[in-house]
């Protein structure tokens, strides 16, 4: 992928890969940490070429596959805990930043689940208005309009079993640090894997 815009300095492509490494106010600087993380976990690389004045330009490498991939996912789950049977689930993502939103509803629909989304609480609220199936809310703990521990307490008065994972670069929320180091929420950690996310949503759902 290649663009004409202002480039990079050596000192910025030095870190431009770092999970909160960002030049432009009021980003995340997660895109760009979860696009090198994926890739990486696939067993690929990126490289960068750019200057200032002259753009930027990114390649992403990956692995030939020699073999025809096979979908080995079961197709029913043995009962545990509730009781939950299928692969998949119905999912609402929420968080402000669009490159980990889109792939995490990308990675969850590969898996099976059904995927709802919504850039802030506002939305999320809107979505979940509806009478869309919703078994968990995965949201990020900081946005615009509230906080990921208030949406939940929200939506979960309406709908009794609505489950929760907030995900984050850091915890600085205490209502939802009160829950998750009480046992009755999980954390996921962004930049994630495509593993961890996989793990977390699948525990929570099997609890």
């Known amino acids: 992928m290649t663009d004409t815009g202002a480039g990079m300095d050596a000192a910025t492509q030095a870190h431009l890969f770092e999970p909160f490494f960002t030049t432009r106010e009021g980003a995340a600087g997660l895109g760009l ?25 990114f390649r992403i490498y990956f692995p030939r596959v020699e073999a025809a991939a096979t979908d080995s996912r079961p197709r029913e789950k043995a009962p545990r805990g ?15 930043t669009e490159a980990v939103r889109k792939l995490a509803r990308t990675l969850l629909e590969q898996d099976g689940y059904d995927v709802l989304e919504a850039a802030d609480a506002a939305e999320a609220r ?14 990020d703990l900081v946005m615009p309009g509230g906080s990921g521990a208030g949406l939940y ?24 640090r009160d829950r ?3 046992g ?3 954390f996921l950690q962004k930049p994630f894997t495509r593993a961890a996310l996989a793990a977390t949503v699948r525990e929570v759902l099997d609890a």
């Open 153 to 176: 307490a929200e939506l979960a008065r309406s709908r009794p079993g609505l489950r929760v994972i907030y995900m984050s670069g850091y915890t600085d929320d205490a209502a939802a």
């Open 184 to 186: 009755a929420a999980l």
């Open 82 to 96: 509730g009781g939950w049977r299928e692969p998949g689930g119905h999912v609402l993502v929420v968080d402000d």
């Open 33 to 57: 940490a979860t696009v090198y993380g994926i890739v990486k976990q696939s067993g690929g690389y990126v490289t960068v070429r750019s200057a200032p004045g002259q753009g930027s330009s």
């Open 126 to 139: 809107q979505v979940a208005a509806g009478s869309f199936r919703i078994d968990l809310l995965l949201t």
């Open 180 to 182: 998750i180091a009480a």
